[in-house]
């Protein structure tokens, strides 16, 4: 899907948003980022030192897996597909080397092992829709591509590894850049935590305990933590385009065939733009609405991100529970690299402390 043009990208595209519509993120996404928000957190002891980008990633990974396939942690295809997918990942930005042994070949092998498993799902749910005649209990990507798109075998395959691609990266790296600034940033981790707080406070007022789309909607200093992470962290530093036609563009011809590599971080970080671009100050947010000139984080026009509102809901419920749960300290200077993509070398180590369950309401 990310690198389809034309009627079949809009087709790929026209599934995944569908998929992740404001309804399903409301009535059932949002219960499932909760479920493996806690399983994440609830798996931390006090005093630990554990790396934050990989709890994040396992967070993000197990999200996807479940809204795509409706597979379960601790599954073995689950499991073999994090194996391969962590070797894929590996790979993805290496020289094309054919020879055995290169991360590019291990990443071409590890793909079509992730696609063996994903195959195997799907011959699964065929076998069992001719069966009974339905498919029962799923309400997953591969049962809303299987009932409700017209997609071949490898188009379905193709766009569940773009999403599980798409969706489970970008929002790993951002959880752990959020944690890195805001661990660098007490005065922003004390508002954030008084904001989530308030949204506890109200809840057990009215007897509730999960989370609904209202308690969402209430995280205004969390919006703003999220659009600063994102713009000082530039999660996706650049776009690949290539000009289909020649294109004048502001005086310049853009001649065709010509690729165009849009740099969003170089707007980000624009000191024309932005007053200190480099500090972490998520109060420039506050009572502002971001324009596209200032803040293009999930990139724009056709190709807009297709999972920008999950990503901010998954954001926001892990920031939720985290702040109400732990503070944390970082343990090694771990500055995010940002080429060719955003990465802590060391996984980002942090000392975590648990918050007693008194301190919330
Ligand atoms: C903070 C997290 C995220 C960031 C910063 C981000 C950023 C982006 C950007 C910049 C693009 C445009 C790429 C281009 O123009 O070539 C994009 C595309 C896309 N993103 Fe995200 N993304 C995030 C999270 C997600 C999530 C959670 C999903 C869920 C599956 C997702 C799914 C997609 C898809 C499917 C596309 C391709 C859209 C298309 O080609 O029409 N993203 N994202």
């Not at 569908?18 to 994440?40: A, G, K, P």
């Not at 498993?117 to 809303?144: A, F, P, Q, S």
């Not at 500055?335 to 000392?351: M, W």
Request: proline share 4%.
């Amino acid at each position: 899907m990310l690198s389809l043009t034309g009627d079949g990208h809009k087709e790929m595209r026209s599934i995944a948003m569908n998929f992740m519509s404001s309804e399903r993120l409301r009535t059932r996404i949002l219960s499932d980022i909760e479920e493996h928000t806690l399983l994440v957190l609830n798996s931390w002891k006090d005093n630990l030192c554990l790396s934050a980008s990989a709890e994040a990633k396992k967070f993000t990974f197990y999200m996807m897996a479940k809204n795509i396939l409706s597979m379960e942690p601790g599954k073995p295809e689950i499991e073999k597909i994090r194996r391969e997918y962590a070797t894929f990942m590996e790979g993805v930005v290496s020289p094309p080397l054919e020879f055995p042994g290169t991360p590019y070949m291990k990443a071409l092998k590890s793909r079509s092992e992730i696609c063996r498993v994903i195959e195997g799902v799907m011959d699964t749910r065929m076998n069992e829709m001719i069966r009974h005649g339905e498919m029962k209990g799923y309400n997953d990507m591969l049962c809303w591509c299987l009932t409700e798109s017209k997609l071949s075998r490898v188009q379905i395959v193709d766009l569940l590894l773009s999403m599980l691609f798409a969706g489970h990266e970008t929002s790993t790296v951002a959880i752990s850049l959020a944690i890195f600034f805001l661990g660098r940033c007490p005065k922003a981790f004390q508002e954030l935590r008084d904001e989530h707080l308030g949204v506890a406070r109200k809840k057990a007022e009215k007897g509730e305990s999960k989370l609904n789309y209202e308690d969402y909607k209430q995280m205004i200093f969390t919006d703003c933590v999220i659009k600063e992470t994102l713009r000082l962290g530039n999660v996706v530093k650049f776009l690949h385009r290539k000009a289909t036609q020649d294109v004048q563009y502001e005086g310049y011809v853009i001649p065709r065939g010509w690729k165009v590599l849009p740099v969003l971080s170089a707007v980000h970080l624009d000191g024309s733009i932005h007053k200190d671009p480099q500090e972490f100050n998520p109060w420039r947010w506050k009572n502002k609405l971001a324009s596209a000139a200032e803040f293009m984080p999930y990139g724009g026009g056709n190709r807009l991100c297709a999972g920008l509102e999950l990503a901010k809901l998954e954001l926001s419920v892990f920031l939720h529970h985290l702040v109400l749960n732990y503070r944390w300290e970082l343990a090694k200077h771990d500055e995010p690299l940002a080429f060719p993509y955003v990465e802590f070398e060391e996984g980002l180590p942090i000392y975590v402390f648990k918050i007693s369950k008194h301190a919330h309401i």
